[in-house]
């Protein structure tokens, strides 16, 4: 082969290798923020069965869904708490606070919903304890344990950073339309009762944790149980 050939081939080789070291990542990037559909399910059965973090993450790998080391977030209505794992046994866990009207897939109800869920977008406010509102801080602080007097008829805020969420399943699509946060929160002296208008409630130092461990496309999995 002439050496004039050889050249051309390997420059033809390098701009295709360039070219795929540029879209891989994006590739990547768009499935992380947009997971493909998945159908667990959010029957009794189901929801109880993933209760059990292991069960959970064990299920994920063997689906596909993530890959073996991959973080996922667990919420459990039941114990009021929230579950950080790569493994599928707990390496953090943090208080939280649910709805007070309990769990719904249905729109408009109130409730924390349930089902496979994922972090669509990160909002974080420019200091501690600032009130987020339209997806922006508004440059006016809450105590973490303070009556909002902010906004009429709100007594509770949304501080600090939130973790925007957006349901994989079928029986869950609506939860992007719902607006339902993992938050920041000035009812801290409620963590660990049922006391949310739907979104799940974290300490104010719970969600400058959360924010930096986990990322857009992880996945949250919540069950009543």
């Known amino acids: 082969m002439e050496r004039?050939?050889?050249?051309?081939?390997l420059?033809?080789?390098?701009?295709?290798?360039?070219?795929?070291n540029v879209l891989w990542p994006k590739?990547?990037?768009i499935t992380r923020d947009n997971p493909l559909d998945f159908e667990l399910g959010c029957n009794k059965d189901v929801l109880k069965k993933y209760s059990n973090l292991q069960s959970l993450y064990d299920e994920l790998?063997?689906?596909?869904?993530?890959?073996?080391?991959?973080t996922i977030v667990q919420i459990r209505g039941k114990q009021q708490k929230l579950y950080i794992t790569n493994d599928g046994t707990p390496q953090k866990?943090?208080?939280?606070?649910?709805?007070?009207?309990?769990?719904?897939?249905?729109?408009?109800?109130?409730?924390?919903?349930?089902?496979l869920c994922f972090i669509t977008k990160e909002i974080n406010a420019d200091e501690k304890y600032e009130v987020i509102?339209?997806?922006?801080?508004?440059?006016?602080t809450v105590?973490?344990?303070?009556?909002?007097?902010?906004?009429?008829?709100?007594?509770?805020?949304?501080?600090?950073?939130?973790?925007?969420?957006?349901?994989?399943e079928e029986c869950n699509k609506n939860v992007k339309g719902r607006y339902v946060y993992i938050h920041g929160t000035n009812r801290e002296q409620y963590l660990g009762q049922k006391k949310?208008?739907?979104?799940?409630?974290?300490?104010?130092?719970?969600?400058?944790?959360?924010t930096n461990i986990l990322g857009r496309g992880t996945y949250v999995y919540i069950t009543n149980y």
């Open 4 to 9: 004039e050939n050889i050249r051309k081939i």
């Open 11 to 20: 420059r033809e080789q390098s701009t295709w290798q360039n070219f795929l």
């Open 27 to 29: 590739i990547y990037d």
């Open 61 to 70: 790998v063997e689906k596909d869904i993530i890959s073996q080391g991959d």
């Open 93 to 115: 866990e943090f208080l939280v606070s649910t709805a007070a009207n309990g769990f719904s897939n249905t729109k408009d109800s109130g409730k924390t919903p349930l089902g």
């Open 133 to 140: 509102i339209g997806g922006k801080g508004v440059n006016k």
């Open 143 to 168: 105590g973490p344990k303070e009556k909002s007097t902010y906004r009429k008829g709100h007594c509770a805020e949304v501080l600090t950073a939130s973790l925007v969420l957006e349901g994989t």
């Open 196 to 210: 949310s208008g739907g979104c799940i409630r974290v300490s104010n130092d719970a969600i400058l944790e959360l």
